[in-house]
T-cell receptor, first 113, second 110 residues
Framework: NAGVTQTPKFRVLKTGQSMTLLCAQD?????MYWYRQDPGMGLRLIHY???????AKGEVPDGYNVSRLKKQNFLLGLESAAPSQTSVYFCASRPRQGGQPQHFGDGTRLSIL | RKEVEQDPGPFNVPEGATVAFNCTYS??????FFWYRQDCRKEPKLLMSVYSSGNEDGRFTAQLNRASQYISLLIRDSKLSDSATYLC???????????FGRGTSLIVHP
């Protein structure tokens, strides 16, 4: 009964390094989302996907790339990490049919030094 | 005007109290409404969906007022464990993207 799984849970990077965050869901959901949340702030949408092979920009997409090669996985990439990308990253998924809530992973805590 | 607005609080209440939060939304085409709970540095967790006729889950009651464009959450008999941030989420018909409020902080003290 995994739901939405994010890996890794924690990571420390140096400025300029690259990394990929993985989100996997086992609920056969069509829609997937990546958010970031900074202290004292709300969730901000980075990118989202409405199906395998499709992605779209959210509110704060700069500095990030995403891919959805398989329906169950949504990858978030940082090509050249910057201190401003220090944040908690949450992945979420939901079914296509209207009126359904999102299900969230338990987050990735990322620090960029 | 922000699409979804919440009073950030904090609401500071004693155990056993009844507390209510409101959340206003600006898009009259909004169709889906939810309340989530978020503990410090944890993921948001679905508390309850909000239906047009209102709905109740134990100590929690959610209401929707389409005419005035707000939803509410009532918590009865507050417990220490209810201390958290409560997020209002609204989705418009045909939209892929839910809109989150900034959240209302609740602190329940002994």
């Amino acid at each position: 009964n995994a739901g939405v799984t994010q890996t890794p849970k924690f990571r420390v990077l140096k400025t300029g390094q690259s990394m990929t965050l993985l989100c996997a869901q086992d609920m056969n959901h069509e829609y997937m989302y990546w958010y970031r949340q900074d202290p004292g702030m709300g969730l901000r949408l980075i990118h989202y996907s409405v199906g395998e092979g499709t992605t779209a920009k959210g509110e704060v997409p700069d500095g990030y790339n995403v891919s959805r090669l398989k329906k169950q996985n949504f990858l978030l990439g940082l090509e050249s990490a910057a201190p401003s990308q220090t944040s908690v990253y949450f992945c979420a998924s939901r079914p296509r049919q209207g009126g359904q809530p999102q299900h969230f992973g338990d987050g990735t805590r990322l620090s960029i030094l | 005007r922000k699409e979804v607005e919440q009073d950030p609080g904090p609401f500071n209440v004693p155990e056993g109290a009844t507390v209510a939060f409101n959340c206003t939304y600006s898009n009259s085409a909004s169709q889906s409404f939810f309340w989530y709970r978020q503990d410090c540095r944890k993921e948001p967790k679905l508390l309850m969906s909000v239906y047009s006729s209102g709905n109740e889950d134990g100590r929690f009651t959610a209401q929707l007022n389409r005419a005035s464009q707000y939803i509410s959450l009532l918590i009865r008999d507050s417990k220490l464990s209810d201390s958290a941030t409560y997020l209002c989420v609204v989705t418009s018909g045909g939209s892929y993207i839910p809109t989150f409020g900034r959240g209302t902080s609740l602190i329940v003290h002994p």
